[in-house]
Structures are given as C-alpha cells and as structure tokens.
C-alpha cells in the first residue's frame, strides 16, 4: 500500500526536488558560512609572539585556516597557468623569454623568495596579519604553479595538426580557438597536474607556516606550523591527529573534487572510439541527476554564460577586421618591443642590485657552495633515477585503467601530500637504527619531493593515449614490450619529459628541507645547496641567499637547456599526434 504524500512532498515533487538536493543546498549554506567565518580570522593585527597550541581542540580551526590559504594560493596560481602558458604557445617572441624564465623561476626554493616577498608585504601592511597571510599565499603559489603551467604549454604544443587547420578554415576567432579548442585539449594535464601541485602545496606547508627570517620568527596558525610545533616537541600524538586529520582532507578532496573533475574532463579526450573504462565519480554523477542543479543551469547559468560568450566573439570578431587595415603589424611589433624593453631593464636592475650584495662574499663562501652544489646535484640524480625506475610503470597501468585507478589515486594523493618533515621524527629515527642518518635521509626526501610530479605527468599521458591504438595493438597481435615501444613509451614521452623538468626542479626545491632539519630541539644538517639556503634564510645572511639561490638556479636551467628542453622538442616533432 502507497503512503499518501504529504503536503510538503507534493511540493518537493512539483518543482523536481528531492532530498539530495536539499542535502545539496544546506552544504552548500555551510561552506559559505565557514569561509566567511575563517577569512574574518585572517584580519586584525599580526602577534609576532603567536604561539601555537598542539592541543587537538585547536584542529578543526587551524585546519579551516590552512585549507582557505590553499584554496586562495591553487586559483591565483590557474589564472598564472592559464595566462602565462597561453602568452608563451601564441607569441614566439614571448616565448624566447618566458620559457627560460619559467625554468629559473621553478628552480628558485620556496624559501628564497621568502625573504623578499615577507619584508615587502611587512613593509606594505605594518603591523597587520594580512601582510603575512597574503606573503603565505604567495608562498604557496610558488609551490603549486610551476608544475601546471608546464604541464598547459606542453599540452597547448601537442595539439593534434589536423585540428589546428579545422580551426584556420572555421576561422575561429582568439576566444573560439581558445575555449573550443586549446582549453581542452589540456584539460586533462592540467586536472592532474594541478592535483600534483595542491600536494606540492602540502608537502612545504610546515616550512610557509612556520618560519624563521633572521631574528624573527614568522608563525600563522594552520595545520603545517601545528605539525611543525609536534614535530619539534617529539609529540608523536599531536603528529598522529595533525596527519589523520591532514588525510582526510585529502580524501575529502579527492572525493568531492578531484574525482569529478578526472572523470568530466575525459569528455575532451582526444579519441575515435569510445574508452570501455571511462573514470566515474558519484559526486558527478549525483550533481548531473539534481533538477535543481539542471535548473539552475539552463535557467541561469547558460544564458549568462552565453551573452558574455557573443559579446566576447563579437568584439574579437571586429578587432580581427581591423587588423587587416595593417594596424595589427604594427601594433604587435609595438607590444613585442615594449615587453622586450621592459624585461630587459628589470634584468639590469635585478643584474645590478645582485652585483652590489655578491661583492661582500669571500672565497670560503663560494668554496662552500660549490662543494654543496655538487652534493646536492648528486642526490638530485640518485632521486631522480630511483623515483624513474617505478613511477614510468605504476603510472602507466593507473592512467591505462580507471578502476586502478580510483583505488589508488587517493593513496598516491595521500602520500605525495603529506608534508616531509612531519613525518621526519619516525624517519630519521628509523635511519639512526640503520646508520644512514641525513644523507640516505636527505635522498628519502627529495624523492618525495620529485617522484610525484614523474608519476602523475605519466599518469595523465596514459590516460591522453588513443583508445583506438591499444585497439589497433590487439588487432596486430603485439606483445607487451612491442605495445611499450610502439605505443605507450612514445604516448606517454611528452608528459614523462614535462615530469622530469618539473622534477628535477621539485627535488632542488626539496634540497631545502632535506639537508637542514629541526628535531626535538636539534638541528641536524647535511652539506649541500639546500642546507646553506636554510642556513642563510635562519641567519638573514641576504648574500649568501642570493649566491646559493643563483647557482641552484644555474645548474637547473644548464640542465633543461642542455638535456630535458632537446628532449622536449624531439618530443614535440615525433610523438605529436598528427
């Protein structure tokens, strides 16, 4: 027997809702109000003497805190990705210049924009904890960007030819081209490089959050200086909850983020066939079932969307038609030469102010950097090979298949993101029975700090192959080493090359907390560039930061020049799909 609705169920069922979509709003309600609520802490005036409290009642708030400067820091760093790559694909001039700078600026530690970026919002809001949460922020940034906007140029460079010609004969303006076109095609790279990058966020955030500049110490209240404040205590229960509580957020992510976003943007994978194990999200799922959701879209969303889209292509469209007047020539030569101009003078002025803080160094100084670039450039490699050997196969069989993939893309989320030094009690505790210390220590690290970016560039290559060729590879009959070769070694070879750039910079970066580490009280230190970064950054030795910073910098670059950037053009010439 059916039970009679009751008023208000005729209503719900009247206009379409159901209890997922009230489930919907009120969570919607809830985020809302928590944002607000925490960025009201973000204001007022900043305690130099903050203490942080590693009582597991403090979690909950200092969690909120740290997941909205994470959640600030990732979209100020897409709007970075979005602009930056696409300057680079669509100028060559452009191009000659921010290509190299990218290089550099990835090459650069976290802790050595540090320095400048804190006194110069100190110096902007004095006295006010803004200054140092937007300084936060930035940090952050630094950590996160890098990564996806070379993962959006590599995929904006490996846009199949046949379809840039479908866009010259369908004469798409700059915004078709763009929103139809060169948005999606890395779409792909761009969702699971920015997972990497929220890690890469993760992994230095004891580091932004808690922080020494000469003699005074930096601290904001969040989940990175609750685990560093555990981590230099020997509070191992503290440590415990501070990384429960660091994996659940991360699984929550994953859950209601992450997994929806893998699974719609492989609507934009380029392919013939349909893939038979395409990733699914029940998130997804559930937001395309809700009425309301549906209603709020046709009724609302797409109307709006679509006006801001005919005005867009309407002025382009009457910008383009004046530019066959010859104005556009001139007006580009007058762009180039002005961005040219204006890179060079900020070269010579940074030239110059470099010069005059790198005059008071001695020779023992140098000494002491060159003996530490060569062990820490040791390492580097030893990480990089080690991390080599067994993300190129892990990750090809997640992005090769979706139900792998759902059962361990959290676990491999999980672990890149954890931040190091939070777990370097319990490892160098292990490494003190074993008699390895900080220099097997050191390489641990710096494969934390360099694996993933490997791992989850090959995993987003796996999944950008062709169905249709592993179709093809059935139908010859190939075996697996020939489906390696032929198939997935050279699908994959882009994205793995744009890893290892990456990485290599990723595990310079990680050199930093690597080589010089806080431990109940101790400081335990290793030779190498990261160790006197640290050092200097502690002392406020600028000099010594900027020399150190320098050659670590140098020695990236050298090597993407001379090695990885060849790579990546005989990438972009034999394994583009044509």
């Not at 210390?437 to 494969?447: D, E, F, R, T, Y």
Request: hydrophobic share 55%.
């Amino acid at each position: 027997m059916t039970r009679p609705l009751t008023p208000a169920n005729k209503l719900l069922q009247r206009v379409g809702w159901s209890w997922q979509d009230g489930l919907l709003i009120l969570a919607i309600i809830a985020l809302l109000l928590g944002i607000v609520k925490t960025a009201a802490q973000f204001s007022g005036v900043y305690d130099p003497k903050l203490v942080i409290n590693t009582n597991l009642s403090e979690l909950p708030s200092y969690t909120a805190q740290t997941l909205l400067r994470m959640t600030v820091a990732y979209f100020l760093s897409l709007g970075f990705t979005l602009v930056y790559a696409y300057t680079a694909y669509r100028s060559a001039v452009a191009a000659q210049i921010l290509l190299p700078l990218l290089d550099i600026l990835q090459s650069i530690p976290v802790l050595s924009f540090l320095p400048g970026v804190v006194l110069a919002l100190i110096g902007l809001f004095p006295g006010q904890r803004i200054g140092i949460e937007i300084a936060a922020v930035i940090l952050i940034f630094t950590g996160m960007t890098w990564n996806m906007t070379f993962s959006f140029y590599q995929s904006l460079s490996n846009i199949p030819k046949e379809l840039l010609e479908a866009a010259r004969i369908y004469r798409l303006n700059f915004w078709q081209r763009f929103w139809t076109l060169e948005l999606p095609i890395g779409a792909i790279g761009l969702v699971w490089n920015s997972v990497m990058s929220v890690a890469g966020g993760w992994f230095f955030l004891i580091a932004i959050e808690s922080f020494t500049l000469g003699k005074r110490s930096f601290r904001l209240p969040g989940l990175g200086s609750f685990l560093a404040k555990a981590a230099d205590e020997g509070n191992y229960r503290a440590i415990f909850w501070g990384l429960m509580v660091l994996i659940g957020v991360i699984v929550l992510l994953d859950f209601l983020v992450w997994r929806p976003l893998i699974a719609w943007v492989e609507r934009f994978k380029f392919e013939m066939v349909t893939s038979e194990n395409a990733p699914q999200s029940e998130v997804l799922d559930f937001l395309r079932r809700s009425p309301t959701l549906r209603a709020f879209s046709q009724q609302i969303l797409q109307p709006f969307w679509q006006n801001v889209d005919r005005g867009l292509n309407q002025t382009l469209t009457r910008f383009s038609r004046r530019s066959f007047s010859g104005k556009t020539s001139s007006l580009g030569r007058w762009f180039n030469g002005l961005f040219v101009s204006g890179f060079a003078f900020i070269v010579i002025w940074g030239t110059w102010e470099a010069v005059l803080l790198l005059r008071t160094l001695d020779l023992s100084d140098w000494r002491q950097l060159m003996i530490g670039a060569i062990e820490s450039a040791l390492r580097v490699m030893t990480a990089l090979i080690l991390s080599l050997l067994w993300t190129v196969p892990v990750g090809v069989a997640i992005g090769r298949n979706p139900k792998l993939a759902q059962i361990l893309q959290p676990i491999v989320q999980i672990v890149a993101s954890v931040p190091a030094t939070a777990l370097f009690p319990v490892l160098l505790l292990f490494l003190a029975r074993l008699g390895g210390g900080l220099q097997i220590g050191s390489v641990a690290l710096m494969m934390l700090g360099t694996m993933w970016y490997i791992l989850f560039n090959v995993i987003a290559g796996a999944q950008s192959i062709p169905s249709e060729l592993f179709e093809a590879a059935k139908i010859y009959k190939l075996s697996l080493i020939e489906r390696w070769q032929t198939v997935i070694l050279p699908g994959i070879f882009p994205y793995l090359i744009t890893g290892i750039i990456t990485a290599v910079g990723g595990a310079w970066n990680a050199s930093i907390v690597s080589e010089y580490v806080h431990f109940q009280g101790h400081t335990l230190t290793t030779t190498g560039l990261g160790e006197t970064i640290s050092v200097a950054t502690a002392s406020g030795n600028f000099p010594l930061l900027l020399a150190a910073t320098g050659v670590m910098s140098l020695l990236v670059v050298l090597t993407n020049r001379l090695v990885w950037r060849r790579l990546y053009q005989l990438a972009q010439e034999k394994y583009q799909l044509m």
